[in-house]
């Protein structure tokens, strides 16, 4: 009787290589998909912009209160500072981000690629360490399940930061692409929130499962926590198919990213319309 190796055994259960139109509507996915994203992080970053910025040009700094529930607060010259960091970080990551995700900028401007890197992780850090300064000093809307849902979301920024930073610099740049977009889903995270949100009121025309006055209740817990893990496990099921799916895995990952893409798309659109451009 012939011994089976473990080689061989490897070989039997490996999934053939998927044919070249498989691999392609995965691609086509994959791009629909950043296209959404991108476009929906520039209109909330217009919407910082206008909303947080132009107030602060035009020093009148109670319209930082038109949304937050501890905006700028008479007095309190730290934390005001500390929200204006916030603010301005949170306008440059949602800008600068994607970006560094296309590979045209990445293979054409190399440069570029390495200085809006560097802006992009330094803006992540900070608007991290704001952000949990305010949820524990400053005070922020929610309960004590969503700032411990937003708390692990800064600290998986801070993480993901220091690895694709490690290993951009060690020059294994596999790896570093791999960490920079947890970080990208990561840093998404607040959006994923806003549009996410957006998406439930669309579909149950209203509040449902949480208390509008209070926005506290069991949906909103769900989607502090969701808001980044249910993105990075996406992108875990992604990173395997990418590297080691056969046909089946390549059509199924393309249907399952073209299906959250819609779903987005339907936030995006009913948080432009009804969030961000009347504030703009
Ligand atoms: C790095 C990506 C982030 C971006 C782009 C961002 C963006 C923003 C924006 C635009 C606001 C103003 C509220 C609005 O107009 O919607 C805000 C408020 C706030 N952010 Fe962030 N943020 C980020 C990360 C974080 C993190 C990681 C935390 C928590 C650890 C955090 C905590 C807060 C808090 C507490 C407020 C005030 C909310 C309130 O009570 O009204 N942010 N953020």
């Not at 700028?72 to 929200?83: C, E, P, W, Y």
């Not at 895995?249 to 319309?273: F, K, N, P, R």
Request: hydrophobic share 55%.
């Amino acid at each position: 009787m012939t011994s089976v190796t473990s080689t061989s055994l490897a070989d039997l259960v490996r999934e053939p290589a998927p044919p070249e139109w498989a691999k392609t509507a995965l691609a086509s996915a994959v791009k629909f998909w950043f296209l959404c994203t991108f476009a929906g992080q520039l209109v909330f970053a217009a919407y910082i912009a206008a909303l947080y910025g132009r107030s602060a040009l035009r020093g009148d700094f109670n319209g930082w209160n038109a949304v937050m529930t501890h905006g700028h607060i008479l007095g309190d010259s730290v934390g005001n500072v500390a929200i204006g960091v916030h603010l301005l970080l949170a306008l440059v990551v949602m800008m600068s981000g994607a970006l560094q995700l296309v590979p045209g900028v990445r293979h054409n401007a190399p440069a570029f690629h390495r200085w809006n890197g560097r802006l992009y992780l330094a803006g992540a850090v900070m608007g991290g360490l704001t952000g949990l300064y305010m949820v524990w000093f400053r005070g922020a809307v929610g309960d004590l399940v969503q700032h411990l849902g937003t708390s692990l979301n800064a600290l998986l920024i801070l993480l993901f930061a220091g690895m694709a930073l490690r290993r951009a610099l060690r020059r294994d740049f596999a790896s570093h692409s791999r960490w920079a977009l947890r970080l990208f889903l990561a840093v998404g995270g607040v959006w994923f929130f806003r549009i996410g949100l957006m998406f439930w009121l669309a579909i149950h025309g209203g509040p449902a499962g949480f208390n509008p006055d209070t926005f506290t209740g069991p949906f909103l817990s769900f989607l502090a926590y969701a808001q980044y893990l249910l993105p990075l496990a996406v992108l875990e099921l992604y990173l395997r198919c990418r590297t080691s799916g056969g046909v089946m895995a390549h059509i199924a990952m393309a249907a399952v990213l073209t299906g959250v893409t819609l779903a987005m798309s339907l936030g995006i659109a009913v948080a432009t319309v009804g969030m961000w451009l009347p504030r703009m």
